[in-house]
């Protein structure tokens, strides 16, 4: 009776957490434009930075049922604001409900990035620095770093909330833009601040394209032009103490969103799991809609 | 009085950025090769239309609907543009003045690009030495 109670809660917290991203969703398309260029990646970042000025709200989730583990639902939320056009920060204040156990605050971060060279070469080269505090309980997957092991998704997240970590990230982000291909390389390292732990590696590799490279001369919302595919495949690279693939995850998945002329942008990615260390299955969506110019609601003049 | 010093270089110099935003500077560093490069889509209406419909999802936030300027964001109508080349035009949407607030758009496609800038032709039509330019290609 009690697991069918603690299930029916899972299930209520999942609709409900469908039901704000829905209503959300709703509730700002009336709203205007979104920029096209952003390819549609979870993990991997291009060198396309935030405009000068906007500040995009997403909300990015992930959920999966891994083997020999409870099913979990971990929701993202990420401020990211256009500092100039060679500098975008952004905040994330991320959480996770795991079934029959459940739901925690994980932690936050706050990432920079800052794009060195002013013009656009066949090679763009961004520079990723990003503070982490946040605890093991943390289930968003927003990038893979060191050995893990899916096996922690089945300790207790009275337990795993326990283990606070702060580290620092950085990530080194080649981007090219190619025949209206995307093309992005991500190399990240780690390192915990507070323990003797070795740094800890990564990779982020994807591609994209938007289904048409033309615009269409009438507005339309569900037309090819709105909508970019690709692909992405990132994991661990192991630790200072152990490069390469053994003991890390991998994953590779499709990718797609849908740049809607209303100023939201939705993705969806199933992202597998390529070897025994990994989730079989990570399914992604995520809602993202941009505040164009908020720096002028702080100004005199606009 | 260095601090203060300092402090007065500093401000000097932002002031001196700001006037540098609106001066066209951008335009010496368009490399020969790109200056000349022709529009694909010149003399297309539909180009046009679609233009707009890009203008407005990617350039009107900073730019106003139409086109007319925002705050410290300059205007898309202007005697610089009339006399700029399609090529140089494009060569700034897709490269574009990072240091001085406009972002590059090399991640969207060099047809939406194109398209884009036919659309500003059609708000800024070429002065007539530049009409001679493209009429040379």
């Known amino acids: 009776m009690h697991a069918i109670l603690r299930s029916y809660i899972w299930h209520s917290r999942a609709r409900i957490a469908v039901l704000l991203v829905l209503s959300g969703a709703l509730a700002m398309s009336w709203r205007t434009a979104e920029a096209q260029q952003e390819p549609p990646y979870f993990v991997s970042y291009s060198s396309v930075m935030e405009e000068p000025g906007n500040l995009e709200v997403e909300n990015q989730n992930v959920t999966a049922a891994p083997k020999n583990a409870r099913a979990f639902f971990a929701p993202t939320v990420e401020f990211e604001y256009g500092v100039t056009a060679w500098w975008t920060t952004e905040v994330y204040a991320q959480g996770q409900a795991t079934q029959f156990d459940s739901s925690i605050y994980t932690g936050v971060r706050w990432e920079n990035r800052f794009r060195p060279l002013p013009r656009e070469y066949w090679i763009n080269p961004v520079i990723y620095i990003e503070y982490e505090d946040v605890n093991a309980g943390d289930k968003s997957f927003l990038e893979i770093t060191g050995n893990t092991s899916i096996a922690t998704l089945a300790v207790p997240n009275a337990l795993l909330r326990k283990e606070q970590e702060q580290s620092l990230e950085e990530k080194l982000i080649l981007s090219s833009n190619v025949k209206g291909w995307n093309l992005s390389e991500n190399f990240i390292s780690e390192k915990d601040f507070g323990e003797s732990e070795p740094w800890e590696f990564g990779y982020a590799l994807a591609a994209s394209r938007s289904l048409s490279l033309k615009g269409s001369a009438s507005e339309c919302t569900f037309c090819r032009q709105n909508f970019a595919a690709g692909v992405e495949l990132f994991g661990g690279l192991g630790t200072s103490d152990g490069f390469g693939l053994s003991q890390t995850e991998q994953y590779l998945g499709p990718t797609i969103a849908l740049n809607t002329p209303r100023g939201l942008t939705y993705k969806f990615s199933p992202e597998f799991g390529l070897n025994d260390n990994s989730v079989g ?6 809602v993202s809609y941009e505040i164009q110019q908020f720096r002028d609601w702080f100004r005199r003049t606009k | 009085m260095k ?5 007065l270089t500093a401000l000097l110099g932002m002031s001196m950025m700001c006037f540098a935003v609106a001066d066209g500077s951008w335009l010496k560093k368009v490399p020969q090769a790109d200056r000349e490069r022709a529009n694909p889509y010149a003399g297309k209406q539909d180009a046009v239309a679609a233009g707009e419909n890009l203008f407005r ?20 109508k202007s005697d610089r543009l009339k006399n700029a080349t399609d090529g140089e035009i494009a060569w700034l949407l897709k490269n574009g003045n990072a240091y001085k607030g406009m972002p ?7 047809q939406k690009r194109w398209q884009i800038v036919i659309y ?5 039509p070429p002065s007539s030495s530049n009409a001679r330019t493209a009429g040379a290609q």
């Open chain 1, 281 to 286: 299955v990570l399914w992604r969506f995520g």
């Open chain 2, 3 to 7: 601090a203060r010093m300092v402090g």
């Open chain 2, 57 to 76: 999802n990617n350039c009107a936030k900073c730019h106003g609907v139409n086109a007319e300027g925002k705050g410290s964001r300059p205007s898309l």
């Open chain 2, 104 to 110: 590059g758009w090399g991640g969207l496609p060099e």
């Open chain 2, 120 to 124: 500003l032709r059609s708000l800024n």
